[in-house]
T-cell receptor, first 115, second 115 residues
Framework: DAGVTQSPTHLIKTRGQQVTLRCSPK?????VSWYQQALGQGPQFIFQYYEEEERQRGNFPDRFSGHQFPNYSSELNVNALLLGDSALYLC??????????????FGPGTRLTVL | AQSVSQHNHHVILSEAASLELGCNYS??????LFWYVQYPGQHLQLLLKYFSGDPLVKGIKGFEAEFIKSKFSFNLRKPSVQWSDTAEYFCAVIPASGGSYIPTFGRGTSLIVHP
């Protein structure tokens, strides 16, 4: 049973570019949440997708957007990259519309570096 | 908005020592509380959680945490640590009322256990 997978593992972009990160949830899970983890900090909630809709959103600008596909996989898009967007981006999957209440299974993350 | 404070950023112990990691939160309503752990080279995983009932909750690997509502605290404890407990520990809070279940993580505590 594969756990949560994320791609790519590492990514280097320059300021102003756009990036897309991908996540496949654990088998049986239908909810995907995205987090940003800066160095030395805890994960910060970006948003959560359930039934292909954004259900909850943290305090992140509109430059951060996402999508969930019918197979429950998800993408995180970040436009107009800033140096401050450099971080580890974590995907977590769970079950149900209130997915964060249930145990979340985290992926290994995508390390994004913005130069 | 809620916030989570983990007082100890770095803790160094010898094997068999007792462990207590502090976690305090600020939120005016009912909350659900979590401790996550990240072992070196591994993904974040759930250690234990509290929703309601007995304020002393037991998790995996001999860990337990006590919810003290009057102190807004949810401290993590283990009577005798092992070298394999070396990891990063994160406390997280999710509101249990108000329709928003956005999780807030603390910045984490790095625990090093010397053999």
């Amino acid at each position: 049973d594969a756990g949560v997978t994320q791609s790519p593992t590492h990514l280097i972009k320059t300021r102003g570019q756009q990036v897309t990160l991908r996540c496949s949830p654990k088998s049986g899970h239908d909810t995907v949440s995205w987090y940003q983890q800066a160095l030395g900090q805890g994960p910060q909630f970006i948003f959560q997708y359930y039934e292909e809709e954004e259900r909850q959103r943290g305090n992140f600008p509109d430059r951060f957007s996402g999508h969930q596909f019918p197979n429950y996989s998800s993408e995180l898009n970040v436009n107009a990259l800033l140096l401050g967007d450099s971080a580890l981006y974590l995907c977590a999957s769970s079950w149900g519309s209130r997915g964060t209440y249930n145990e979340q299974f985290f992926g290994p993350g995508t390390r994004l570096t913005v130069l | 908005a809620q916030s989570v404070s983990q007082h100890n950023h770095h803790v160094i112990l010898s094997e068999a020592a007792s462990l207590e990691l502090g976690c305090n939160y600020s939120y005016g309503g009912t909350v659900n509380l979590f401790w996550y752990v990240q072992y070196p080279g591994q993904h974040l995983q759930l250690l234990l959680k509290y929703f309601s009932g007995d304020p002393l909750v037991k998790g995996i690997k001999g860990f337990e945490a006590e919810f003290i509502k009057s102190k807004f605290s949810f401290n993590l404890r283990k009577p005798s640590v092992q070298w394999s407990d070396t990891a990063e520990y994160f406390c997280a809070v999710i509101p249990a009322s108000g329709g928003s279940y956005i999780p807030t993580f603390g910045r984490g505590t790095s625990l090093i256990v010397h053999p």
